[in-house]
């Protein structure tokens, strides 16, 4: 088992930046594949990114790629997103996720998300 803990959530204006960090505790390992994916209001839950257990490997959304950085420290088990040049559309909770595979990404285990709102 795995638990997963986000915080760095808040509401912010457009154009700011925010970092999430996603503490991992538990069974936990550099070989899981860690991640984040978002859900806004009355939206499917989406991918956003996410980054090997070495983190030499990092994939984004389209809609996320050049403005954030996923990042992650595994001596102290914690992943990052930095969110840069935040936009209204990127509203959401943001859920870190655990995964063995890197491909496809789908979240063996989910921290419980912390809310982003940006504002215009």
Request: hydrophobic share 30%.
């Amino acid at each position: 088992q795995v638990q997963l803990v986000e915080s760095g959530g808040g509401l912010v204006q457009a154009g700011d930046s925010l970092r999430l960090s996603c503490a991992a505790s538990g069974r936990t390992s550099s070989s899981y594949v860690m991640g984040w994916f978002r859900q806004a209001p009355g939206k499917e839950r989406e991918f956003v990114a996410e980054i090997s257990g070495s983190g030499r490997s990092t994939t984004y959304a389209d809609s996320v790629k050049d403005r954030f950085t996923i990042s992650r420290d595994n001596a102290k088990n914690t992943v990052y997103l930095q969110m840069n040049s935040l936009k209204p559309e990127d509203t959401a909770v943001y859920y870190c996720a655990a995964d063995r595979s890197y491909y496809p990404f789908r979240g063996d285990y989910w921290g419980k998300g912390t809310l982003v709102t940006v504002s215009s």
